[in-house]
C-alpha cells in the first residue's frame, strides 16, 4: 500500500537536512570565511550604476517575494477554510447516516472509508477501495477520540485524485465504534493555487524587470552630470582659463552644488595661475632695472682702475641697489602671501596701540622734517589681523612722508561693525590719471622707474584691505591727499 502523503508523514530531521542528535559538527568552511572580503571587493570594483541597478533588483526581489507570500497565504487560508467547511458538512452529514443506518453517498468529488478501530475498511466508496487513507497511528489516534485532519498528494502531485481528509470516531446506536473517514477532492484548490502561483510569478517577475529599467534609468540620469562633470574636468585639466562646467542656473540639488564647487574650484585654480604668473611677470619687470643697474656700476668699476674714494662711492650704489631688491622681494613675497592666505589670525587689538605701534618707526623722520604726526584715535578694540594692519598703516604714514609736505593725520574709528582707516597729508595730492589705478601693482604716480619705491606700497594696502573682506579708497581732498581702509572687525 502507498503510504499517505502529507505533514505527518514528513520528519523535520529529514526536512531540514540537520544532522542527527550526536554527529559531529561540520567545521566552518576556510574558504567561505576568505571569501567574504573578496566578494565585497568583487562587489565596490562594480560601475556604481551597475551596483544600484543590483541593489534595486535585491530590494524589489525581496518584497515581491513578501509581497508574494502573503497573497498566496490569504487565497490558500480562505480556500482551505472553504474546503474545511465543506468537509465538516459531509463529515456530518455521513455520522448522521451511520447513525441512521441508512445507505451511504456523498456529493460530487467525494469520498469516505468506515473502518473498525483496528484499520480494516468496512465500507467504503469506489474513488478509496483501494487506498489505504489512515496509518496505525491515526487509526490510534483517531480511536482515542482525536481528529486527524491530513492532505493526501500535494500541490503539484501527478495524482489527478488528491484529497482534503478528516477522520473521526462514531459510536453506533449498537455501541460500536467506527472510524469515519470523509475526503473531498482538491483538484479546484490545487488548480486555483496553481494559477495563482503562475500569476504571482509573472506579475512579480515584469514588475522587478520595470524596477530595475526604472532603477537604471533613475541612476543614469543621476549620474550623468557627474561623468558630464569628470569629462569636463579632464579636458579643463591643461587649461583653466575661463571655461567653467556646464550648470543648470535653475535647480538647486546635490548634483547642482556640486557643480558650483566644482566651477568654484577651478576660479581659485584659475587665479593661483593667475597669481603665479602675475608673480613672475611683476618680478622678471621689475628686478630687471635694479639688476640692470648693478652690472652697469660693476662694469665701469671694472673698467679702469678706480681710487678708494670712488670704489667707496660704487659701493653705496651697489648697497643701495641691493636694499631695493630686497625690499621689491619682501613686498611681492607679502603680497603673494597675502593673495593666498584665506584665514587671517584675527585677534582682539587695542585700537589706540594699533596706531601707535605702526606709525611709532616714522616719528623720527617725521621730527626730523618738521613734520607732526596726528593720530585720533577711538578708545576700544577692534578684532584683525595685527601682524597685516600694522605694516599697511606703515606704509601709508611712509608715502606720505615721501610723497607730501606738511603734518600728516591718522584718525581710527569704528562704526557698525567696521574699523575706518585714515591717512591724510598736506601736499599736491595724487594726478588725475593716477587715481583709477592707485592700488594696481607698480604703479607709480612718477613716470620714472628709477624713482624712489617699487609701487608695490599701495598695492599691498588694498591687498591687506581684501583679506579682511574691506576696501581701499584713495581720493585728493583739495589741500593735500587721503587714503582710507574700511574693513570689518
Not at 480562505?78 to 459531509?90: G, K, N, W
Not at 569628470?230 to 556646464?246: C, E, F, I, K
Not at 573682506?469 to 593735500?480: E, F, K, V, Y
Request: glycine share 8%; aromatic share 4%; with cysteine.
Amino acid at each position: 500500500m502507498t503510504p499517505p502523503q502529507g505533514a505527518a508523514g514528513v520528519s523535520a530531521e529529514g526536512a531540514s537536512g540537520t544532522p542527527p542528535e550526536g554527529a559531529p559538527e561540520k567545521a566552518p568552511d576556510a574558504a567561505t570565511e576568505t571569501g567574504s572580503p573578496r566578494v565585497l571587493r568583487r562587489w565596490h570594483r562594480l560601475p556604481i550604476v551597475v551596483r544600484l541597478v543590483l541593489a534595486v533588483a535585491v530590494t524589489m526581489s525581496l518584497v515581491l517575494s513578501g509581497a508574494t507570500a502573503l497573497v498566496y497565504e490569504r487565497v490558500q487560508h480562505a480556500l482551505d477554510q472553504q474546503l474545511d467547511a465543506d468537509l465538516a458538512t459531509y463529515y456530518h452529514d455521513l455520522r448522521n447516516d451511520l447513525h441512521a443506518g441508512r445507505g451511504l453517498g456523498g456529493p460530487d468529488g467525494s469520498a469516505y472509508q468506515v473502518l473498525d478501530t483496528r484499520g480494516r475498511v468496512i465500507q467504503a466508496s469506489g474513488l478509496v477501495r483501494a487506498k489505504q487513507l489512515l496509518t496505525s497511528a491515526e487509526v490510534s489516534s483517531a480511536t482515542n477520540g482525536s481528529t486527524v485532519r491530513l492532505d493526501f498528494g500535494g500541490l503539484f502531485s501527478l495524482d489527478p485524485n488528491t484529497l482534503r481528509i478528516r477522520a473521526q470516531r462514531v459510536r453506533l446506536p449498537d455501541r460500536s465504534t467506527v472510524i469515519a473517514v470523509v475526503a473531498l477532492r482538491r483538484g479546484h484548490r490545487d488548480e486555483a493555487l496553481r494559477e495563482l502561483l503562475a500569476q504571482l510569478g509573472i506579475a512579480a517577475g515584469l514588475t522587478l524587470i520595470a524596477a530595475s529599467y526604472v532603477g537604471y534609468r533613475t541612476a543614469r540620469a543621476a549620474l550623468d552630470p557627474v561623468e558630464r562633470y569628470r569629462r569636463g574636468a579632464a579636458t579643463l585639466a591643461d587649461n583653466t582659463s575661463g571655461v567653467r562646467l556646464p550648470v543648470p542656473e535653475d535647480r538647486d540639488d546635490e548634483l547642482t552644488r556640486l557643480g558650483h564647487t566644482l566651477n568654484q574650484m577651478l576660479e581659485r585654480l584659475e587665479a593661483a595661475a593667475e597669481r603665479e604668473r602675475r608673480f613672475l611677470a611683476d618680478a622678471s619687470h621689475e628686478l630687471r632695472t635694479p639688476l640692470s643697474l648693478l652690472r652697469a656700476e660693476l662694469d665701469v668699476a671694472l673698467h679702469r682702475p678706480r681710487t678708494a674714494s670712488e670704489l667707496t662711492d660704487t659701493l653705496r650704489a651697489v648697497d643701495s641697489e641691493v636694499q631695493r631688491l630686497i625690499d621689491l622681494t619682501n613686498a611681492l613675497l607679502d603680497l603673494e602671501q597675502l593673495g593666498a592666505t584665506e584665514h587671517l589670525t584675527r585677534t582682539p587689538v587695542d585700537l589706540h596701540e594699533l596706531i601707535a605701534f605702526a606709525i611709532a618707526p616714522h616719528r623720527t623722520a617725521a621730527a626730523r622734517a618738521h613734520r607732526t604726526l596726528t593720530v585720533h584715535a577711538a578708545a576700544g578694540t577692534v578684532d584683525v589681523d595685527a601682524a597685516w594692519i600694522r605694516p599697511a598703516i606703515s606704509n601709508l604714514v611712509d608715502n606720505a612722508l615721501h610723497h607730501s609736505h606738511g603734518d600728516i593725520g591718522i584718525t581710527a574709528a569704528t562704526a557698525d561693525g567696521t574699523l575706518r582707516l585714515t591717512v591724510t597729508d598736506k601736499g599736491p595730492g595724487f594726478p588725475a590719471d593716477f587715481l583709477p589705478k592707485a592700488f594696481e601693482r607698480f604703479t607709480r604716480a612718477e613716470a620714472s622707474r628709477t624713482s624712489p619705491g617699487s609701487g608695490l606700497g599701495l598695492a599691498f594696502v588694498a591687498a591687506v584691505a581684501a583679506s579682511h573682506g574691506g576696501t581701499a579708497h584713495a581720493a585728493n581732498t583739495g589741500h593735500g591727499a587721503t587714503v582710507t581702509l574700511d574693513i570689518p572687525c
